[in-house]
């Protein structure tokens, strides 16, 4: 994981911080996989982990987990050039929030970009927003994004390969903050991953 | 790379997606059990994807050496895998499929990344696909878009 000499002057200090973290949070993440956080917290008797996150969209709508107690926050970390995994999973975001009907009006769902390089804060407004018009979609600057990556204990980087291709790095979870602004489920990538995130979700709300 | 009139004709002929056998020739490679669907996507200032899927009913191997798509002005194969808990994608590499195979495409795994796109790409709309095999055969292949 250490950046290789020659790239150094093509990307800032910050990315190779995240690299950096990056090994730190996969580590943890992978400690910790197949389980969701808080169960572990509160079998472990390490105290539930609350994530920070404040972020103003571009048009002026903040999105301030501290503000917003009582509901239920779906976050995904993801970046707009990704035509798979994230659209995939924004997609899940659109089919959950169907599915819940009514009950949606107490839930956020937003996604926060990993590459701010790319994304500015209108990019990333009008990305989420090309899923639905009550998803955030978030970006700021790196340091920011990186310290909110950090209270979630996931990570991202970015760097070029050798033909120039922008590669990015990033938690294919989706993470679910509780009415409480604990972090509670985490649901992982996989074939079963729509309906695992519809229920945590529900299970947040009936909390 | 752009698939001929010809070729499109002849995939639109050939059948649609999951058809469950599609041959371009008698002679060229036989897939069958093909499955193919696109993500619809309205921003063509981000690239899209596609998932083709296909067993090689033939009885050479298929390696794919190039695709190209009707919306895209260019297609590649890339592949997203975990990597230290983090999921990154990227070339997928060579990708060959023995007689008898099958090759998934699926979100979160193998998938046709389409850049360039040439116009928004709207639930319901069907385009075509021109998958390359290194021994210089062809198969074309009927994309469907999906909103989900």
Not at chain 1, 10 to 20: G, I, S, T
Not at chain 2, 44 to 60: C, H, L, M, V
Not at chain 2, 103 to 127: N, Q, S, W
């Given at each position: 994981?250490?950046?290789?000499?020659?790239?150094?002057?093509?990307?800032?200090?910050?990315?190779?911080?995240?690299?950096?973290?990056?090994?730190?949070?996969?580590?943890?993440?992978?400690?910790?996989?197949?389980?969701?956080?808080?169960?572990?917290?509160?079998?472990?008797?390490?105290?539930?982990?609350?994530?920070?996150?404040?972020?103003?969209?571009?048009?002026?709508?903040?999105?301030?987990?501290?503000?917003?107690?009582?509901?239920?926050?779906?976050?995904?970390?993801?970046?707009?050039?990704?035509?798979?995994?994230?659209?995939?999973?924004?997609?899940?975001?659109?089919?959950?929030?169907?599915?819940?009907?009514?009950?949606?009006?107490?839930?956020?769902?937003?996604?926060?970009?990993?590459?701010?390089?790319?994304?500015?804060?209108?990019?990333?407004?009008?990305?989420?927003?090309?899923?639905?018009?009550?998803?955030?979609?978030?970006?700021?600057?790196?340091?920011?994004?990186?310290?909110?990556?950090?209270?979630?204990?996931?990570?991202?980087?970015?760097?070029?390969?050798?033909?120039?291709?922008?590669?990015?790095?990033?938690?294919?979870?989706?993470?679910?903050?509780?009415?409480?602004?604990?972090?509670?489920?985490?649901?992982?990538?996989?074939?079963?991953?729509?309906?695992?995130?519809?229920?945590?979700?529900?299970?947040?709300?009936?909390? | 790379?752009?698939?001929?009139?010809?070729?499109?004709?002849?995939?639109?002929?050939?059948?649609?997606?999951?058809?469950?056998?599609?041959?371009?020739?008698?002679?060229?490679?036989?897939?069958?059990?093909?499955?193919?669907?696109?993500?619809?996507?309205?921003?063509?200032?981000?690239?899209?994807?596609?998932?083709?899927?296909?067993?090689?009913?033939?009885?050479?191997?298929?390696?794919?050496?190039?695709?190209?798509?009707?919306?895209?002005?260019?297609a590649h194969l890339h592949r997203s895998e975990q990597q230290?808990?983090?999921?990154?994608?990227?070339?997928?590499?060579?990708?060959?499929?023995?007689?008898?195979?099958?090759?998934?495409?699926?979100?979160?795994?193998?998938?046709?990344?389409?850049?360039?796109?040439?116009?928004?790409?709207?639930?319901?709309?069907?385009?075509?696909?021109?998958?390359?095999?290194?021994?210089?055969?062809?198969?074309?292949?009927?994309?469907?878009?999906?909103?989900?």
């Amino acid at each position: 994981m250490q950046p290789e000499p020659d790239r150094m002057a093509d990307f800032p200090l910050e990315v190779y911080l995240m690299k950096a973290f990056a090994v730190v949070a996969a580590v943890t993440l992978l400690a910790g996989c197949g389980g969701d956080d808080a169960s572990r917290a509160a079998q472990s008797g390490a105290p539930p982990i609350v994530p920070a996150l404040s972020l103003t969209e571009a048009g002026g709508r903040t999105l301030d987990l501290a503000a917003e107690r009582g509901r239920v926050v779906v976050i995904f970390f993801g970046y707009t050039n990704c035509p798979d995994v994230c659209p995939t999973t924004m997609a899940d975001f659109v089919s959950v929030k169907q599915r819940l009907g009514a009950r949606a009006a107490d839930v956020r769902f937003a996604f926060v970009t990993v590459d701010p390089a790319r994304d500015t804060p209108e990019a990333a407004r009008r990305y989420a927003a090309g899923f639905d018009s009550t998803f955030y979609g978030l970006s700021g600057d790196s340091a920011t994004l990186v310290a909110v990556q950090h209270t979630f204990r996931v990570a991202a980087w970015t760097e070029r390969d050798s033909t120039g291709q922008v590669l990015v790095a990033h938690s294919a979870s989706v993470f679910i903050v509780g009415k409480d602004g604990t972090l509670g489920n985490q649901v992982f990538f996989n074939n079963t991953r729509g309906e695992a995130l519809y229920q945590a979700v529900l299970a947040a709300l009936e909390a | 790379m752009k698939p001929s009139a010809a070729l499109l004709l002849a995939g639109a002929l050939a059948g649609c997606a999951e058809r469950p056998e599609q041959s371009s020739a008698a002679t060229g490679p036989r897939l069958i059990r093909v499955e193919a669907w696109a993500r619809a996507q309205a921003d063509t200032t981000r690239p899209g994807a596609a998932y083709i899927s296909f067993t090689n009913a033939g009885t050479q191997e298929l390696e794919i050496a190039g695709i190209s798509c009707e919306p895209a002005g260019m297609a590649h194969l890339h592949r997203s895998e975990q990597q230290g808990g983090l999921m990154v994608m990227r070339g997928a590499g060579r990708v060959a499929v023995a007689p008898g195979a099958r090759l998934e495409m699926e979100p979160g795994a193998l998938h046709v990344m389409l850049m360039d796109l040439a116009g928004p790409v709207a639930a319901g709309r069907r385009f075509n696909c021109l998958l390359e095999f290194s021994g210089g055969e062809t198969f074309p292949v009927e994309v469907e878009a999906r909103a989900n």
